[in-house]
């Protein structure tokens, strides 16, 4: 029911502890009033971490009042007064929401993070009070029954379809012991979320590699050292080197450093967190809930959680996704384990004397890199630095779809004073929407990328509302003197969180329930996918990487080297990938309640498709935020490479004619980038390309035909 569910969403990720809530005067709430803010954006310098719960209690009142006035219309249940008026509905609170969550996530200071168990447990019970509602479903139900009769555009259809099937997968029909089930274990999983999250970004924040002896950065690069130095000075060591568990920091320690067992503390810090017996550790969460979601499976009438997620996804099935999985690891596993040879012949030809080990599969595959392709990362980073590769991917934007991209400054409300905000125009010059960039990592800030929304695209009411976007990033920072400079992986994850940037900013849907990135969770991934093919081209990189110094093109045989290294090291990232995406679906395809031992499952079943010890699940259990820490990704993690498929194949139309042909970007966005989720995922892909999407270009990407 992505109409009633969009803004509750967000209350998925919520973190902390349940405190009481603080008063606040209501008149100087800015949740409290129409925003005066230059295109209505939220007053973020005036948002205080007291101002959240009274707004929150009031939004949901006034949510609750919305439904009311709706069971409880005289007339007849129509798609207006019933459909459409459940869309239109809770928009105060969508608006309260959408800003906390976001700001929970990319700056989640104690003050939020203290009211976080609360906001979660009446989200929740809001969530239920709505969707377990059996008068407001008589009257969906009512129009339901005359969708044939009506006479509804291909939208209406397909929003009374998904308002229908979401009361129906929420419970509604449910008999009442059960409903009150079903909410004590959304109540308690809305806990359970909670507290994986608080004890992730806590391990996170927590570990941190103290260097004292210079001899002990032998190997690392100027920038991480210099890096590693403002880092211990932040944190009043100064004089000493501090390397963290956060991928800007870690990454370059571990594909550099020369000691080996520095390597290893490093890596362990970070694929122990949450896993330490302690008072952060996540074992328990886990077992709880899977369990939790199995009960809930069962109790909606399906064999396991992944039955019920799949339901609503293009895989459909689990057999569906096993197939794809397993077809790709077959042909992954072998290239890991020829890597894994290549590597182990460089530690014996130096006379290490050791077996190949996890944490040293980074160092000595830059090793390989180097040798093989003669490619050195700090040789490319120079021509990666962030505004270039930023403006990069807005010059793709305008070059395909006619977008201009205009930065604000000045007095303008920003979500953290590390933001950028942009004004995105039509090439006619008419208002598209708003667009904030948040780069770096932070201690109150969640590890990874991803773009969300302060306002979805709609027509609500008649009335244009343009979409307010964010895009928060965790890249390398600025070092010294010199700016942001980026490793190419981290440029392709620019390109591709900008990509779901254009997904929300060009939906042109008339239901807020159906806008934007509102698309089965394995097709979302395409529009920011797609968007790293233009990333990685040799005629696309020569027009944003230019030298940070010198405004230099990259030259042509670094070009040359990055477009001979795009199979590099394939075989590992392709099968670290498949191993958590196949843990997941192991999780959430059992079918009953039991004691999990954590590690034990964990290892039994990598164990058993021939995960090789030298490479570890891409996140192991205790960290898996995509499936723990909310229930976007659960049973989903798949969708990356599932998308992957629809990706690569899409990309080829513009192979087939131009990077730039207009008529192929026309139709990219008019079937896919406008429509959200008003057509079926499947039909929209074959409205842009023809026909249903092949594996073939995805094995060809990847080099793994």
């Known amino acids: 029911m992505r109409q009633l569910l969009s803004f509750f969403m967000v209350a998925t990720l919520l973190l902390g502890a349940c405190q009481p809530s603080p008063k606040t005067d209501d008149n100087m709430n800015p949740f409290f009033s129409k925003y005066d803010t230059p295109f209505n954006v939220p007053p973020f310098e005036q948002i205080k971490p007291e101002h959240y719960m009274p707004a929150i209690d009031k939004a949901m009142a006034e949510h609750k009042a919305e439904v009311e006035a709706i069971i409880n219309n005289k007339e007849a249940a129509t798609f207006e007064n019933t459909i459409v008026a459940l869309d239109d509905a809770g928009v105060a609170l969508s608006e309260v929401m959408s800003v906390y969550g976001s700001l929970k996530s990319a700056h989640g200071t104690e003050g939020i993070m203290a ?12 969530r239920d009070d709505i969707n377990l509602n059996p008068s407001l479903f008589a009257r969906v139900n009512e129009v339901y029954l005359q969708k044939d009769k009506l006479e509804l555009t291909g939208e209406q259809k397909m929003l009374l379809k998904d308002t229908y099937k979401g009361f129906v997968r929420s419970g509604v029909n449910l008999e009442e012991s059960k409903k009150t089930e079903l909410r004590q274990i959304n109540s308690r999983l809305s806990e359970l979320y909670n507290a994986f999250s608080t004890n992730v970004l806590n391990e996170t924040n927590a570990f941190k590699l103290v260097i004292e002896n210079e001899v002990d950065l032998a190997g690392l690069p100027e920038s991480s050292v210099i890096g590693a130095a403002e880092t211990a000075k932040e944190m009043g060591m100064e004089g000493k080197w501090v390397f963290t568990t956060q991928k800007p920091s870690m990454l370059p320690f571990l594909s550099y450093a020369d000691k080996r067992e520095l ?15 302690d008072s952060l550790d996540n074992k328990v969460n886990i077992e709880e809930i899977v369990n939790l979601r199995v009960k809930k499976a069962k109790l909606l009438g399906y064999n396991n959680y992944a039955d019920y997620v799949l339901e609503e996804r293009m895989a459909n099935t689990s057999d569906k996704v096993y197939g794809l999985l397993e077809e790709l690891w077959e042909r992954a596993l ?13 530690i014996d030809r130096e006379k290490g004397g050791f077996k190949l080990a996890s944490w040293d599969w980074w160092y000595y595959a830059e090793k390989v890199r180097q040798e093989r392709y003669d490619l050195d990362e700090n040789e490319v980073r120079p021509y990666f630095e962030l505004n270039n590769v930023r403006n990069g991917a807005f010059d793709v934007a305008t070059k395909l779809l006619g977008l201009k991209f205009e930065e604000i400054t000045g007095d303008f409300p920003l979500p953290h004073a590390d933001a950028q905000a942009f004004k995105v125009l039509e090439a006619d010059g008419s208002h598209k929407g708003i667009l904030y960039m948040d780069w770096h990592p932070r201690a109150t800030k969640k590890q990874g990328a991803w773009c969300g929304a302060f306002r979805k695209q709609s027509r609500r009411g008649g009335n244009d509302i343009p979409p307010v976007v964010t895009i928060v990033c965790n890249f390398s920072k600025p070092v010294g003197d010199k700016p942001a400079l980026l490793s190419f992986d981290e440029a392709s994850t620019l ?31 395409l529009p920011s996918q797609i968007m ?48 958590a995406a196949l843990l997941d679906m192991n999780y959430h395809t059992q079918t009953k309640e039991q004691a999990i031992d954590v590690n034990k499952f964990e290892e039994d079943y990598l164990k058993s498709i021939d995960l090789m010890p030298e490479i570890i699940s891409r996140y192991k259990s205790t ?66 390309r023809g026909r249903e999407p092949k594996i073939e270009a995805l094995l060809r990407q990847r080099g793994l035909e």
């Open 115 to 126: 009211i976080a168990e609360e906001v979660g447990k009446k989200m929740s019970a809001h």
């Open 263 to 277: 390597r290893e503390k490093l890596y362990k810090g970070y694929y122990m967190r949450g896993n330490n017996n």
């Open 334 to 346: 072998p290239v890991a384990q020829k890597e894994r040879a290549d590597m182990q012949k460089i």
């Open 495 to 525: 390109f591709h969180e900008f990509g779901h940037g254009l997904h929300q900013l060009l939906s042109d849907c008339t239901y807020q329930g159906l806008s934007g990135t509102s698309v089965p969770r394995d097709f979302v991934e």
């Open 532 to 579: 790293e093919n233009w990333a990685s081209d040799p005629a696309v990189m020569k027009e944003y990487a230019r030298h940070y110094k010198t405004g230099e093109v990259i030259p042509d045989e670094l070009v040359t080297k990055l477009k001979n290294s795009g199979h590099f090291n394939q075989g590992f990232a392709t099968t670290e990938y498949l191993a």
């Open 623 to 688: 960290y898996f935020m995509h499936i723990f820490a909310s229930s976007g990704y659960t049973a989903g993690y798949y969708s990356y490479i599932w998308s992957g498929v629809l990706d690569a194949d899409a990309f080829e139309a513009f192979k087939e004619t131009s990077l730039y042909d207009q008529e192929t970007a026309r139709a990219f966005r008019t079937n896919i980038l406008e429509r959200g989720g008003t057509v079926e995922a499947m039909e929209m892909y074959k409205g842009f």
